[in-house]
């Protein structure tokens, strides 16, 4: 059961926000609203009357839109079929629908530029499709699934503009995020969702970051924060002047990494901050073997593994945590044994010479989740059917069962519950002290912050930045992220972290 | 004609639609290039004396083979457009052919073609419920639909053709194949067809060479082909030009955005397959009265082929009648002149290659230019040294010229972005 | 923990018994529409297929169908779509037929060089396909269509009178191969099985132990249920779809051997053709289970058999045909529905326990 | 040692007594292929009539092997039908193997030669009767380019080349002859019409005017892209062409067909194991047995047929040697 027991009012004009921690079940009760799922029992009404959603369609029809968390666009479709898309009757497919839409981009100042391809577009512009086509099919009501989780905070104020904007046209804003920060600068309105379920409600104005937490999880918020450092002068991972380009689908060549250096040493977790998309992904392929640099080395423990294949590099102590679990990380129809053996086939006890051991496999998965608190009825059912948070543990603990000399953790926690997390994090922070060396990737800025020894940031393909996890705030962060910072970011003590920290 | 001359083409005709421009053809680029190839089309034969080459006959000839490819290619796109592979077209095809035996034999071409169009999509509408409703894998469910089609075909001709006593059987037909079916009437233009025919027989350079392939073009063409060129037009207007189209589209592109938006994306993915179905059945069907009857094997492996000019069209109406039009060239150059014809063509082809190795060179990409001189080269030498190339090679041409066009192009090609993935209403992230 | 397995094994049975009760009651259906007894059709069968030249019969027929599907099946264990084995076993039995015809050498050296020639041949055949998908991307069911076709052709070049053949009487074929190369026959009687039943058999029992046992066959299948996790995981996704296709097209090239060296000893115009495309259907129906696979040879041949039979009671043989496909097609969906099935069920399961737990530790901390 | 299947074989249960009469085993095309399984159908439906002599049919499936073919032979052999007769020439080999297990039934095999002590191999002088047609092409031909389509390039269709381009050349020395083939390796080579119409399209348009066609089925399609243009003519195959339903519209340009009396061999064989003296052996069935004739329905060819008959009594009394290989 995703949702039970759930009771929401929304008042016509206002940005009311709901949060919970992931998992709690905002996603599903949006979908529900709008449409997309099926409440099993339960009432909605809209504008006093009381009304059945069988489909978006319908939703749609009573003036509710929705932005989704992931977002909802087809890449080789133009943004303008992407906006008229379903609401054709409107103003047809054509120069009608055109119109339209540049008046729409106008008046909410969205600057959407009908005719290119949705592919070509960035992450921001994106979220401004999304809006403007919801805004498009007449919408009242919006319902925006944790819309600044792809944005640096520079582009959530300018979002935060926008849905003001809204709210005076007299449109109904729902907005869901779990940064309290956000939710206290922007809400009218506070609804906070535990375990599938309301637990209660805050007014912005009355309320701390604190308390709205502990509302949240029921429990005080565990924090990243690194205490002692533990940081060797032995150098783990060194990467010198590493040069990569892709070649697009149009056969155009473009650089995606340019003159990357850093070293990681022994017991050191280095933060890498960055707007995705900028390079961090290749960045980790390319440390993983799973691209080939055009120049420039990798250096691994003294070893020069520039351009080893992958296998021989996780054989040689490389960890790793990927991004997308469900891409990268496990064979979600294999028994979680046999996921147990993905990535150190050549290892023990996975195998035995040229032979596989299924039953020390078997075995040493057990003992895995044990020890992990993975939360499963057994060893055989398949991946797929455990929740994200237990897949990710199920990763962790078999990439730290290995004994990893440099752990690349991307976005370690993402899509994690506040218990796994703090369970995660101290994973990490256990392995640090005996040596490890960890590049971290995340967009959780205070997870980046608390746990880094040293943050580097990304910004199109380069390391622009650099700070001190020690003084530096998400803000300063954040404008490096979006290139207005370089060189060394130093901490300003006049600024006020106002509605980014949330501890 | 030679695989870059028109793969490049196509690849013009079909590139990414990227809004303003870019890379989208221009009309008169496309009648420059057509130009372009027929110039090079008349050289050839004035060069080699293989006056067949641009002969009015053989492009009539290139035309009828290549409808039904067509056919089944813009049948393929059809469903992969909704995210579909269609891989049971040869099985539709099937269908198609046989309903088109067993109607027209009784009622005529005319209601052979709508019977050959129902069969197809009855075809079709199996393989949609199979991947659509029940999910199952598009390319194992077209491989069974493709065991099915032909079981039940070669079944039900043997009871309803071959049955000894019969009405049918009495009319000519047995176990393979049905009773022969009147005529589909085909029209010419009057006057040109018989001014251009005087111009072609002179052998003019150029000229004759354009009124040979206009006349084949204009000179005793079924109906039925006019329809499938409507159906090709029809197509792109539907599904470029229409809310329909680009809902339908948008199954293909990204489902779960089409069903965040209200589209019911089962809905299309069953609409498409089963017009893919009748547009493939309407191809066998094609097979079926243009030899007056259904006779078991009739499709010979043209609904693969039908898929693999729609890969090597790019997934557009544009591209796919480009390139069934060179497979229904070949097939017909090979079928009608045999090895000479084709022999003259290497010199064509070696031509050509010399030009995309200059292309490619000047592009700084000197590992493709040398492999395409070094062919080149080898292909001159074999022109040289021979006077025909052997009747299996010949046969050979389409499929060696595909794999071609896909090796050299593959990376090129666009296709629908959540083509042949698995679907689930509600279970997006 | 065996509540699984239990579950796992009625799962594992519950699709092929579906189907075959579905395909049983289409083909009834179509039997008695038009106007005939579907049961004593069956019954027919049934009968002539019981009787002992009919299993040996069905065992030879098989056999060939059984390495047919098995070269599939290491395609499809990858997600790699073999459509091209038909070719695969056409070019390398020819050219092992060509070669085996030119040697007169001691069986026990002439034999393995023929099979390996074959297995080389469609190797290579095969592996042109993968070298094409890993260097230009180009799809694999295209290419192996292709490559029938253009395989069917090298054929026809070579299999002519003064080439690599020659004529007897109005066929055509290669020269005989001399006696030392004829494989063993297994003497049952009335009629012998032929001996090349053993190598499939252990071909079979490799299959499942390379795929299921070893690193390699791992590796196999981590390509298949995900790309991306492969290459993650250090598997090189290019050479393993280039090796798993070299295998398959290497194990394809034994699918003419039983045929070669058991019955025809040369590659002519007779030849049997279009096995590699049973071996796709077998391949569905076993479910790329070697066992699976052997009992859906079994059947392809039983039904293969019994069918001629049919057209001595007054049915049509061609009935046969429409069994097969409804069949395959009643498999493929049920097989995607007890899937189905079954992860939901998993899926149900892992949520309820994981809600006891939860409650249990929510009542826990309530006591506190 | 010696396994032993278990069950017992059908052999031993098989309920067949002997003489039920003609097994007709024939390859794909099935009995009312319009072409030489039809004729040698027709042979079993005469031998019922006038012998009483009842017969069962059996076709081959697509793409068939050696044991299918085998099992076809065998059931009807021990079923009770004598004689089992392969129709084509694929049937070499399986009626070779079956007739050794039944050494009381007479098999025959058509277009081929098979061992056996009872085997009787039925073949045609396909060249003789061909050579015919090349006189008569030659004959009719203005254009003086006269062209031959055969379905697949094999030893049997080469037969028919190599005896039409001897009859033309031996007429009309200046003609032209165009032989061309529609497959080089393909049994589809007799199934597609589509072809051998585009094949036909291409000759008339280089100005042949007689075309030849030795393709089974897909000699319709010839005939149709002949029967479009005027003053050209077809010769058929196998059957009268003139006399099939199917190719009705088409008649008048059927100027003749080289017939393959399949009936005639079919009906020696039936009455000789009726009266108990079995053909066995080689049997070619040549112009002088009247295994091979010129059809001449339509009457197109009744002008010229004295030099017809002249160039036959040249073939019969051995004067002219007609090669079998082009
Ligand atoms: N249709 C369903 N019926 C019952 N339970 C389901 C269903 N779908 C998912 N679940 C349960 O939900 C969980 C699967 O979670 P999913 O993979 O969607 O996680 P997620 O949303 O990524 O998780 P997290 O919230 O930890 O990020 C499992 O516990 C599974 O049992
Ligand atoms: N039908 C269902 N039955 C039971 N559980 C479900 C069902 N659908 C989803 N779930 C599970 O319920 C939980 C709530 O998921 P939901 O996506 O709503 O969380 P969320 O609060 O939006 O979290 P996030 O912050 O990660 O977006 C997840 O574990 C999900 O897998
Ligand atoms: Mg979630
Ligand atoms: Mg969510």
């Known amino acids: 059961m995703a949702n039970h027991d759930i009771h929401l009012t929304v008042r016509r004009g206002t940005v009311h926000a709901l949060c919970g921690e992931n998992g709690a079940g905002k996603s599903t009760l949006m979908k529900i609203l709008y449409g997309m799922q099926k409440p099993d029992e339960g009432t909605i009404t809209l504008d006093g009357e009381q ?157 701390t970051p604190k308390q709205l937490a502990e509302l949240m999880v029921g429990e005080e918020l565990p924090s990243p924060e690194t205490r002692e450092s533990t940081v060797t002068d032995t150098p783990m991972l060194t990467v010198e002047g590493l040069h990569l380009s892709a070649t697009d689908s149009d056969g155009v060549v473009r650089t995606v990494l340019d003159g ?207 700070a001190d996890p020690a003084t530096i705030t998400p803000e300063e962060l954040g404008s490096a992220m979006t290139g207005a910072a370089t060189g060394h970011l130093e901490h300003e003590e006049s600024e006020n972290g106002e509605g980014g920290d949330n501890k | 004609m030679s695989t870059t001359f028109t793969s490049g083409l196509a690849e013009r005709l079909t590139g ?16 420059l290039i057509i130009a372009g190839g027929l110039i090079l089309l008349s050289a050839l034969r004035a060069l080699t004396g293989a006056n067949d080459l641009t002969s009015s006959g053989q492009f009539s000839s290139a035309l009828a083979a290549a409808v039904p490819i067509g056919l089944a290619g813009l049948g393929g796109l059809w469903a992969e457009r909704a995210g579909v592979v269609n891989i049971g077209l040869e099985g539709m095809m099937m269908l198609g052919a046989f309903s088109a035996g067993w109607m027209g034999w009784q009622h005529g071409p005319w209601l052979a073609a709508v019977a050959g169009i129902v069969g197809g999509a009855l075809g079709g509408l199996i393989h949609a419920i199979a991947t659509v409703t029940f999910g199952v894998d598009h390319i194992i469910s077209g491989v069974a639909m493709n065991i099915l089609a032909l079981g039940v075909t070669q079944y039900f001709a043997k009871l309803w053709f071959g049955a000894e006593g019969s009405a049918a059987q009495q009319a000519g037909g047995n176990d393979k194949q049905s009773p022969v079916m009147d005529n589909m009437p085909d029209f010419s233009i009057p006057g040109l067809s018989g001014w251009l025919q005087s111009v072609e027989k002179h052998h003019w350079f150029l000229v004759s060479d354009v009124a040979g392939v206009l006349r084949g073009l204009v000179t005793d063409v079924s109906w039925l082909t006019i329809v499938a060129a409507l159906l090709f037009a029809g197509t792109f207007f539907v599904l470029w030009r229409s809310a329909f189209g680009l809902r339908l589209r948008s199954c293909g592109e990204s489902p779960v955005a089409a069903e965040s938006l209200g589209v019911n994306v089962y809905t299309y993915k069953y609409a498409a397959v089963v017009v893919s179905g009748a547009m493939a059945g309407l191809g066998g069907a094609f097979l079926a009265i243009g030899t007056h009857m259904y006779s078991d094997g009739q499709t010979g492996g043209r609904g693969y082929i039908g898929l693999a000019t729609m890969i090597s069209g790019n997934w557009r109406p544009g591209g796919v009648a480009m390139s069934a039009g060179l497979f229904g060239f070949m097939d017909s150059l090979q079928l009608r002149s045999g090895g000479p014809t084709v022999h003259a063509l290497l010199l064509l082809i070696a031509v050509l290659l ?76 | 923990m065996k509540k699984f397995d239990k579950n796992k094994l009625i799962l594992a049975v519950a699709a092929p018994v579906l189907a075959i009760v579905a395909a049983i009651a289409i083909t009834s259906i179509i039997i008695a529409a038009t106007g005939k007894d579907p049961f004593h059709a069956y019954q027919v069968m049934v009968d002539f297929g019981s009787k002992s030249d009919s299993q040996v019969w069905i065992i030879n027929k098989a056999t060939p169908y059984y390495l047919s599907a098995l070269a599939v099946a290491i395609g499809f264990r990858m997600n790699l779509f073999n ?30 060089i023929i099979i390996i020639v074959a297995m080389a041949v469609g190797a290579l055949w095969a592996g042109i396909a993968g070298l094409l998908k890993t260097t230009r991307n180009v799809n694999e069911v295209i290419s192996t269509i292709m490559l029938n076709a253009i395989g069917a052709s090298v054929i026809g070049y070579f299999l002519q009178d003064g080439r690599l053949a020659k004529k007897e009487g109005n066929l055509i074929h290669t020269p005989y191969l001399p006696d030392s190369a004829h494989f063993f026959e297994i003497p049952t009687t009335p009629k012998p099985i032929y001996g090349f039943v ?22 196999l299948r981590t390509v298949g249920r995900s790309e991306s996790a492969a290459q993650a995981s250090g598997v090189s996704v290019k050479r393993m779809v280039i090796t798993s296709m070299v295998l398959s097209g290497a194990v394809a090239g034994l699918v003419g ?64 045909g429409v069994i097969q496909g409804v069949i395959v097609l009643c498999v493929v969906i049920a097989y995607e529905i007890v899937r189905r099935y079954g992860l939901k069920t998993q899926q149900r399961k892992v949520g309820e326990e994981l809600a006891a737990q939860a409650r249990k530790s929510d009542k826990a901390e309530a006591a506190a | 040692f010696t396994l032993t299947a278990c069950g017992e074989s059908s052999t031993e249960s098989s309920s067949g007594g002997k003489g039920k009469g003609l097994g007709l085993a024939f390859d794909v095309g099935g009995r009312d292929d319009h072409s030489f399984n039809e004729s040698a159908a027709r042979g079993a439906d005469k031998a019922e009539k006038e012998l009483g002599v009842k017969n069962k049919m059996m076709t081959a499936k697509n793409s068939e092997t050696e044991a299918e073919r085998e099992q076809r032979l065998n059931s009807l052999a021990e079923a009770g039908y004598n ?51 090349g006189v008569a092409a030659a004959l009719k031909s203005k254009s003086h380019k006269v062209g031959f389509i055969g379905g697949v390039n094999n030893a049997l269709i080469q037969k028919f080349q190599a005896g039409f381009e001897q009859g033309v050349k031996d007429t009309d020395p200046k003609a032209q002859i165009t032989s061309q083939y529609l497959y080089p390796n393909n049994d589809k080579g007799f199934n597609d019409p589509a072809a051998a119409k585009d094949k036909a399209k291409g000759m008339l348009d280089s100005g042949i005017d007689v075309i030849y066609t030795a393709a089974g089925l897909s000699g319709n399609g010839s005939v149709e892209a002949i029967a479009g243009q005027k003053d050209a003519w077809a010769i058929g195959v196998d059957s009268d062409q003139y006399q099939q339903p199917g190719l009705e519209k088409y008649k008048d340009h059927i100027l003749t067909s080289v017939v393959k009396n399949v009936d005639v061999a079919v009906f020696d064989l039936v009455k000789s194991v009726k009266d108990g003296k079995p053909i066995t052996g080689p049997k070619t069935y040549l112009l002088k047995d009247g295994g091979v004739s010129l059809a001449t329905s339509g009457g197109f060819i009744d002008d010229i047929k004295d030099k017809i008959e002249a160039a036959k009594k040249k073939v019969v009394s051995g004067e002219v040697k007609v090669k079998t290989q082009p």
């Open chain 1, 51 to 207: 009304v059945a959603l069988h489909s978006p369609a319908d939703a749609i029809a009573r003036g509710i839109g929705m932005v989704h968390q992931h977002f909802m666009l087809a890449d080789n479709l133009t943004v303008l079929e992407n906006v008229v898309l379903g609401a054709e009757k409107l103003h047809g497919i054509g120069n009608g629908a055109r119109a339209k839409i540049k008046e729409i981009s106008d008046a909410y100042g969205l600057g959407v530029r009908p005719d290119v391809l949705v592919e070509d577009l960035g992450v921001a512009d994106r979220q401004r499709v999304e809006i403007l086509k919801v805004l498009y099919r007449g919408a009242r009501t919006l319902i925006l699934d944790e819309p600044t989780a792809v944005l640096v905070p520079q582009e959530v104020s300018a979002l935060f503009d926008n849905l003001r904007e809204l709210k005076a046209e007299g449109l109904t804003v729902i907005f869901i995020s779990h940064k309290l920060g956000e939710v206290l600068s922007v809400a009218d309105d506070i609804t906070v969702i535990r375990r599938g379920t309301t637990v209660g409600t805050a007014v912005p104005s009355e309320t």
């Open chain 1, 260 to 466: 990357i250096e850093f070293t990681i040493h022994k017991g050191e977790v280095l933060g890498l901050a960055g707007v995705e998309g900028n390079g961090q992904a290749e960045l980790v392929e390319a440390i993983m073997g799973m691209r080939d640099p055009d120049s420039g080395t990798v250096t691994l423990d003294g070893a020069e593994i520039t351009h080893a294949p992958t296998r021989k590099r996780r054989e040689g102590g490389i960890g790793y945590i990927p991004e997308d679990r469900h891409r990268h990380g496990l064979l979600l129809e294999a028994p979680l044994w046999e996921n147990r053996i993905l990535g150190h086939v050549t290892e023990k006890p996975n195998s035995k010479g040229m032979f596989l051991d299924n039953k020390a496999a078997r075995a040493d998965t057990e003992r895995i989740v044990r020890e992990f608190d993975v939360r499963t009825p057994g060893i055989e059912v398949t991946a797929a059917s455990l929740s994200g948070g237990n897949q990710q543990k199920l990763i962790v603990g078999r990439e730290m069962s290995h004994l990893p000399k440099l752990l690349i953790a991307a976005h370690p926690t993402r899509g994690v519950d506040v218990g796994a997390q703090a369970q995660i994090w101290d994973q990490i922070r256990e392995a640090r002290r005996e040596g490890l060396a960890v590049l971290l990737i995340s967009a959780d800025l205070d997870e980046l912050i608390g746990l880094s020894d040293t943050l580097r940031v990304m910004f199109r393909g380069r390391l622009v930045a650099d």
């Open chain 2, 16 to 31: 990414k639609n990227k809004g303003d421009g870019g890379r989208k053809p221009t009309y008169p680029m496309v009648m």
């Open chain 2, 354 to 429: 010399v030009g995309f190795a200059a292309w490619r060179f000047k592009g700084g990409k000197t590992k493709p230019a040398i492999g395409a001189a070094v062919v080149a080269a080898l292909l001159f030498v074999w022109f040289a040294l021979t006077k025909t190339v052997p009747l299996e090679f010949v046969d050979a041409t389409p499929y060696v010229v595909t794999l071609l066009v896909l090796s050299l192009f593959a990376q090129r090609l666009r296709m629908p972005k959540a083509n042949g993935k698995p679907y689930r209403k509600g279970q997006g992230k």
């Open chain 3, 83 to 112: 459509i091209g084995v038909d070719g695969q076993y056409r070019i390398a039995a020819f050219f092992a037929a060509v070669v085996g015809g030119a040697l007169t050498l001691p069986g026990i050296i002439q034999i393995p």
């Open chain 3, 198 to 219: 053993v190598i499939a058999a252990v071909a079979g029992l490799a299959y499942w132990f390379l795929l299921g046992r070893t690193r390699f066959g791992f590796d």
């Open chain 3, 257 to 320: 051997m039983p045929t070669l060296l058991g019955v025809s000893y040369n590659y002519g115009t007779d030849f049997p053709t279009g096995i590699g495309f049973t071996g796709i259907a077998i391949a569905l129906l076993g479910r790329n289970h070697p066992i699976g696979m052997a009992l859906g040879a079994l059947l392809w041949g039983f039904l293969e058999r019994t069918g001629t039979q049919l057209e001595f009671e007054g049915y049509a043989q061609e009935i046969v």
């Open chain 4, 83 to 133: 004689p089992v007769v392969g129709v084509g020439f694929n049937y070499q080999k399986s009626v070779e193997k079956v007739a050794k297990d039944h050494p009381d039934t007479t098999f025959a095999v058509v277009d081929s030669v098979a061992q056996g002590k009872n085997v009787e191999s039925i073949t045609f002088g396909e060249h003789e009767g061909s050579y015919l047609a």
